[in-house]
Structure formats: C-alpha cells, structure tokens
C-alpha cells in the first residue's frame, strides 16, 4: 500500500492517495479541521430546525452556540491533555497545536453541558428545553465529525479479519496506536495494518442514536428527557467502542480507560434519572385523580 491508501478489503472498496489535508494560496488546511467545522455548521442548523419546529425561537441557538463552540473545543482540548499529560509535559507550548488531532469528545461534551446550564442561568431560559433541543445537533456534529478521524487514520482498534476491517498503511499512522496485538498481525513483506475502524462503527451507532431521538422527541414525559436519551445512548455505544480503541486515555495510575468510566457512568445515570423522574410525574398524576 502507498501511504496515502485506504481501504476495506472485504467490502471491495480500495481508497487511494486519500489526502490529510489541501493547501489554499500556499497554506495548509486539515481535512480534520475541515470536517469538524462541517459537523459544527451541521449541528447548529439541525438545533435551529428542531427549534423552529417546536415552536421556539431559533435565534437562541445560534447566540448559544457561539459560546457553546468555544467552550466546547477547550473542553475537548483540555480532557485530551489532562489524560495525556505525558505527551505535552516537557513542551507545554504543544498543548495550543492541535493540528495533528488531541481532541476528545466527552470534553466537549462536558463543556457543552456546562455551557449550556451557565448560559441559561444568565439568559433566564429553561436548560432542559435548551439541552433537549440542543443534542439533536451535538449528535448530528459527532456523526459527521467522527469523519475527521478517518482522515487522520486514527480513532482505530485492535486487529481483526471482520466484514469491515479497515487496512491503513503503518507509514500512515502513530506508531504509539500501534499495538501488540496489531504488530503480531502484520504480515510479513507487507506495511499495512488491519484494524477495527472504531470511527466508522461510532458514527453509524450515532446515526442509529439520532433517527431514534428523532422518532421519540414528540412522546417524550419531561423536558430534559432527551438529553437522558442522548446521555445513554451514546455512552452505551461509546462503552463497548471505546474498549476496541488502541489510543485510549487512562485514568492515571490504571489500566482503566477514562472515557469507556465515563460512558458507564452516563448509562447508569442516564437510566436512573429517567425511572425517578417517570416515577414521580406518575404519582403526581395519581394525586391528582384522587
């Protein structure tokens, strides 16, 4: 393989020369950057669609999005660095490039959620209508920008010889996302590895996530319950993709991939909060009808 191929072999698709980035008047621009801004755009038009449709004034999002971007992105950058801290420690100056990827999803998550319960607090707005409506997008944005990781070759897991198995030139790719497993799989007089792409299988579950959210929204019980819906979903996904991943950041000290924690933690928070909640607006109700 050249060092710009790609491909899936069992699915008889065979990329060449896929380019990690383009240049504009001698400037080079990121397809990683390029597809996260995409996904961004994305996101915001399907949160003031959603908007629209139920009734709300669209405009919101967009001023929510300003901070909700940029709060987000910091949160993404500074989850990756903390988890990571060995690879920025001795060149503190390397945390502010993020042009090689260091972005971690469930960072921009949380900034996002903080955001979100700041600005509504301050706007004087409902934050579980806001975030309910909000998620559409932030979904949306992961979908397409999972895509990024594509064309950074990275976001990968371990080896396998399954209908999907992804086929990425070891040239192409960090030797440190390299693992044992992988290395042992090599065939000898070859320089491709054969992966699990983790990206591909992330954004059709989030696909999948997105067209259920979108079928529930108009039976949901409470308000909030979508971004419950969200919460658990994804991290349901999240927790059995992120166990395949090969680049994943640990809790210091373990063995422990922080983020499949997280993921766990969100299922089990996300299921709980919609039992209570659905349990207390029913026994209202049963007050109510005596």
């Known amino acids: 393989m050249n060092a710009g191929d ?4 069992h699915l008889g698709i065979y990329l060449e020369n896929v380019p990690k980035s383009f240049s504009i008047f001698g400037f080079s621009i990121a397809f990683y950057g390029v597809i996260i801004g995409i996904g961004v755009l994305a996101g915001i038009l399907m949160a003031a669609r959603e908007a629209r449709v139920t009734g709300q004034n ?22 990756y660095v903390i988890f990571a801290w060995d690879n920025y420690k001795d060149d503190l100056l390397s945390i502010f490039n993020t042009r090689n990827g260091g972005m971690a999803i469930y960072g921009g998550v949380i900034g996002a959620f903080l955001t979100l319960f700041i ?7 409902n934050p579980f209508q806001i975030g309910d409506t909000g998620v559409m997008g932030l979904i949306l944005g992961q979908i397409i920008g999972r895509w990024g990781n594509f064309m950074n070759r990275e976001a990968f897991g371990e080896y396998t010889d399954s209908l999907f198995a992804m086929r990425l030139p070891i040239e192409a790719v ?16 070859t320089n491709y590895i ?12 989030n696909l999948m996530i997105l067209v259920l959210m979108l079928c529930y929204r108009k039976h949901k019980k409470f308000q909030g319950e979508m971004c419950l819906f969200y919460l658990g979903g994804y991290g349901l ?19 422990l991939a922080v983020s499949q ?15 209570i909640i659905r349990y207390r607006i029913k026994k209202k109700d049963k007050l109510k009808n005596i």
């Open 237 to 255: 996904g999240r927790f059995f993709v992120e166990g395949l991943r090969t680049d994943q950041l640990l809790i210091p000290g373990t063995q």
């Open 6 to 9: 790609i491909a899936f072999p």
């Open 174 to 189: 960090r030797s440190s996302y390299i693992s044992e497993n992988i290395a042992a799989h090599i065939v000898e007089g």
């Open 261 to 275: 924690i997280l993921a766990l933690c969100t299922v089990i928070f996300s299921v709980s909060a919609d039992i």
């Open 194 to 205: 054969q992966v699990h792409p983790t990206f591909l299988y992330e954004s059709l579950w």
């Open 119 to 125: 600005y509504c607090r301050i706007k004087k707005q």
């Open 58 to 79: 669209p405009d919101i999002y967009w001023d929510f999005a300003i901070y909700a971007v940029i709060f987000s992105v910091i949160g993404a950058r500074l989850y």
